[in-house]
């Protein structure tokens, strides 16, 4: 079955950076685009950016341009997403999710990784 | 960027009722490219439905979803307990994804 999984929590001070995985199996790995999407605790739902593991292309949103880089590794089949200068506003659970490219819509999502940014 | 407001913020229903849950978008949205999820506490969102009225296979017919350019809507015909979840709509359009603000929904 289609599985996403990504890596633990993590505990950042302000101004490092994060590096968090999405581990992806059941399906062919460079059929899908895989996005990432934040939530700030009790609060809703924001849209990183997204990589097409085909090509490495990658897509961001403008409000995390020049902080954002999403990589992948075909040969394991995962997918990268670092952040950088991370405030104590990036305190988020951050979540993978997979798109066939043009539906515009995320049918499967990894479990979420809770990042917290304190000094 | 296309702003998506939803509303109400919350209500609370009986088992049995009808609901109807808002999504007011700020511009034109493609109805191709507008979605609605479901997110359960400490979950993942749920997709429910794609195209602003195709059902995700397995979603219960309860549940259903129209609406076309500024004005979208998320109908559950006959709420259920495990239906209590916050709703979200989402948007692509102008090469970005936007999301609601969610709409909880409480079932007494």
């Known amino acids: 079955q289609v599985q996403l999984v990504q890596s633990g929590a993590e505990v950042k001070k302000p101004g490092a950076s994060m590096k968090i995985s999405c581990k992806t199996s059941?399906?062919?790995?460079?059929?899908?685009?895989i996005h990432w999407v934040r939530q700030v605790p009790g609060q809703g739902l924001e849209w990183l950016g997204r990589i097409n593991p085909a090509d490495a292309i990658t897509h961001y949103s403008h409000n995390f341009e020049g902080r954002v880089t999403m990589t992948r590794d075909t040969s394991t089949t995962t997918v990268y997403m670092q952040l950088s200068s991370l405030t104590s506003d990036d305190t988020a659970v951050y979540f993978c999710?997979?798109?066939?490219?043009?539906?515009?819509?995320?049918?499967?999502w990894g479990q979420g990784t809770p990042v917290t940014v304190s000094s | 960027e296309i702003v998506l407001t939803q509303s109400p913020d919350t209500l609370s229903l009986s088992p049995g009722e009808r609901v109807t849950l808002s999504c007011r978008a700020s511009q034109i949205v493609n109805s191709n490219f507008l979605t609605w999820y479901q997110q359960k506490p400490g979950q993942a969102p749920r997709l429910l439905i794609y195209?602003?009225?195709s059902r995700v296979t397995g979603i219960p017919d309860r549940f259903s979803g129209s609406g076309s350019a500024t004005d979208f809507t998320l109908t559950i015909s006959r709420l259920e307990p495990e239906d209590s979840a916050v709703y979200y709509c989402q948007q692509y359009g102008g090469s970005m994804f936007t999301f609601g603000q969610g709409t909880k929904l409480e079932i007494k």
């Open positions: 999710a997979r798109e066939y490219e043009g539906t515009c819509y995320f049918d499967h």
């Open positions: 059941g399906y062919t790995f460079t059929t899908y685009l």
């Open positions: 195209g602003a009225s």
